[in-house]
C-alpha cells in the first residue's frame, strides 16, 4: 500500500488531534467544574480528587491494553469504539444523579479515552514515516494540549456559570460524532505485523498497583497513615509491583515489554511524563481551588485568569516540536524543566499568590515549561522503536502521563487535605499549599535533571542497542514460526 499524500497525512493528523481534544478538554474543563460540582454534590476534597483520578487511573491501566488490542485488531477499529464510548460515558456523566455514580461513569469515560490517545498516535507515527515531519505532526499533537487548555477553562466557566457543570460534558458528544465520520472516510486501518497476545495476568497486576497506590494516598489523610486499610493498600500495591516485574520477564509476549526500558532515553522521557503531568495536575487542582473557594471568583473569571498559562502551552508546544525536530530532545526538555521548577519556586518562596503580578508571571512560567516538555516526550518514546510496535511504545508514554496526573492529583490534594481545616482564609490555603509548590518545584527540578542526563550520546546508543534487541528478537520469532 503506497504511503498517503501529504493532504491525507494532514488530514489524518487533524483527525487524530480531535480525539486528543475531547478528552484534554475533559480535564482541563473539569478542574474549572469542581467548586460548582463540590457544591452541589456535598463533595469533600477526596471526592474532588476521585472524579479525576477514577478516570486517569482506569485510563492509565488500559492504555497499554488497548495499544497492543489495536496492533493486533486494526488501529482505525479500535479508534472507532473508543470514540462511541467516551461521547457515551460523557452523555452519562451529565445525568450522574450523586458523586457515586459520577464517578462510576467517569470512569466509563475512561474505558472510551483508553482507546483514543495511545492509538491515535500510533495511527500518527504510522502515516509520518520521515522523522521529522513526525516530530513536527507531533508537536502539533502536542500545540492541541495548548488549544485545550486555553479554551477549556473558559469554555467550562461559561458553560457553568450560564448552564450548569452537567453541561461539561456535552461537548464531547458532538465532536466525537465529527472525529467518528471523518475516521471512517479518511483514516486508513493499519496493524501491526506480528501483535502481541493479551496478557490478563499483567493487566490485573497493573491494575491492582494503581489502584491501591492511589487509594492509600488520597484516604490516608482521613484514615491516617498506619490505619490497617491504609497499610493493606501500600502492601497490595508492593506486592502488585514485584509480581509484575517478575511475572513480565518471563512471559513471552508481555502486556510491558522491560525491554523498552533498555533504552535510556525512554525510560528517561516515562519518568520525565510522570513528573511533568503530576505538575500540571496539581498545579490546575490547587489554583482551580484557590481561585474560585478563597478568591471568590466565578468558573468564568477562574477560567480566565489562567488563560496566560494556557497561551503559553499553546505557543510553546509546536515551538518544542520544531525544537525536536531540527536539534533533538535536549534543549526544550532542559528549558521545560527551568520554566516549570521557576514556577514552583514563585509560588513555594515567594508567595507568587500576594499579588497578580507574581501569579501571572508563574501561571506564564508554568505555561511555557509545559508547553515545551510533552513533544520530546512523546518523540523520544515512538522514536528508536519498532513501527510493528509503536501502539505499545506510545501506550507506555501515555500511561506514564496519566499515572502523573493520578498521582499529582492525589499527593497535592492529600497534602491540601492535611490543613483542610486550617485552610479557610487565603492565608492559612497559601500555607497549607506551600508544601504543595515545594512538590511540583521538585517535578521541574527532576525534569531538568533527566533532560540533562538522558539525551546525550551514551542514551542515544542505548536507544540504538534497544531497537536491534527487538529486531532480533522479531527475527528469531519468525525463524521459529517458519519451522514445521
Excluded: K
Amino acid at each position: 500500500m503506497p504511503d498517503p499524500s501529504r493532504r491525507r497525512r494532514l488530514l489524518v493528523l487533524a483527525i487524530c488531534c480531535m480525539s486528543l481534544l475531547i478528552v484534554s478538554l475533559d480535564n482541563t474543563i473539569l478542574n474549572v467544574a469542581l467548586p460548582s460540582i463540590q457544591h452541589e454534590l456535598h463533595a469533600s476534597v477526596a471526592g474532588m480528587q476521585w472524579t479525576i483520578d477514577a478516570y486517569t487511573l482506569v485510563l492509565a491501566a488500559l492504555l497499554m491494553l488497548s495499544g497492543s488490542t489495536a496492533d493486533r485488531l486494526g488501529r482505525r477499529r479500535i479508534f472507532l469504539v473508543g470514540l462511541v464510548v467516551f461521547a457515551v460515558g460523557s452523555l452519562l456523566c451529565s445525568l450522574a444523579p450523586g458523586l457515586e455514580w459520577l464517578v462510576v461513569f467517569r470512569m466509563v469515560q475512561a474505558v472510551g479515552g483508553s482507546m483514543l490517545n495511545p492509538v491515535a498516535m500510533s495511527i500518527i507515527t504510522n502515516t509520518f514515516t520521515d522523522p521529522r515531519e513526525r516530530a513536527r505532526a507531533i508537536g502539533v499533537w502536542g500545540g492541541v494540549v495548548g488549544i485545550s487548555m486555553a479554551a477549556g477553562p473558559v469554555i467550562g466557566g461559561l458553560l457553568v456559570q450560564s448552564v450548569g457543570w452537567r453541561s461539561i460534558f456535552w461537548i464531547n458528544v458532538p465532536i466525537g460524532a465529527l472525529a467518528f465520520f471523518l475516521t471512517l472516510r479518511y483514516v486508513p486501518e493499519s496493524r501491526a505485523p506480528q501483535p502481541r497476545r493479551v496478557d490478563p495476568v499483567g493487566q490485573l497486576l497493573v491494575i491492582a498497583l494503581l489502584g491501591s497506590l492511589t487509594y492509600a494516598i488520597i484516604e490516608a489523610p482521613d484514615a491516617g497513615w498506619t490505619s490497617p486499610e491504609i497499610l493493606v493498600c501500600v502492601l497490595v500495591a508492593l506486592a502488585s509491583l514485584a509480581g509484575l516485574v517478575a511475572y513480565e520477564r518471563r512471559r513471552r509476549e508481555p502486556l510491558i515489554d522491560l525491554r523498552f526500558f533498555h533504552s535510556v532515553p525512554f525510560s528517561g522521557a516515562t519518568v520525565v511524563a510522570v513528573c511533568a503531568f503530576a505538575a500540571l495536575a496539581g498545579f490546575l487542582f490547587i489554583n482551580t481551588l484557590y481561585l474560585q473557594n478563597i478568591r471568590g471568583l466565578s468558573a468564568l473569571d477562574a477560567g480566565l485568569y489562567m488563560l496566560p498559562m494556557a497561551g503559553m502551552t499553546l505557543i510553546f508546544a509546536p515551538v518544542s516540536g520544531r525544537l525536536v525536530g531540527n536539534r533533538g530532545p535536549r534543549l526544550p526538555l532542559l528549558l521545560a524543566g527551568m520554566a516549570m521548577g521557576a514556577s514552583g519556586l514563585l509560588f513555594a518562596a515567594f508567595d507568587a499568590q500576594a499579588t497578580n503580578a507574581l501569579l501571572f508571571t508563574g501561571y506564564v512560567l508554568f505555561g511555557i515549561g509545559f508547553g515545551l516538555v510533552n513533544a520530546p516526550i512523546t518523540n523520544t518514546a515512538v522514536s528508536g522503536m519498532p513501527r510493528a510496535q509503536a501502539g505499545v511504545a506510545a501506550a507506555v508514554a501515555s500511561t506514564s502521563r496519566q499515572v502523573g496526573q493520578s498521582l499529582g492529583v492525589a499527593v497535592i490534594g492529600a497534602v491540601l487535605a492535611g490543613g483542610a481545616h486550617a485552610a479557610a482564609s487565603a492565608d492559612a490555603f497559601v500555607a497549607a499549599g506551600r508544601p504543595a509548590w515545594w512538590i511540583i518545584a521538585g517535578c521541574g527540578a527532576a525534569v531538568l535533571l533527566l533532560g540533562a542526563l538522558t539525551t546525550g550520546r551514551w542514551a542515544r546508543a542505548t536507544a540504538d542497542r534497544t531497537a536491534v534487541l527487538f529486531d532480533d528478537g522479531a527475527r528469531g520469532q519468525q525463524a521459529a514460526d517458519a519451522r514445521p
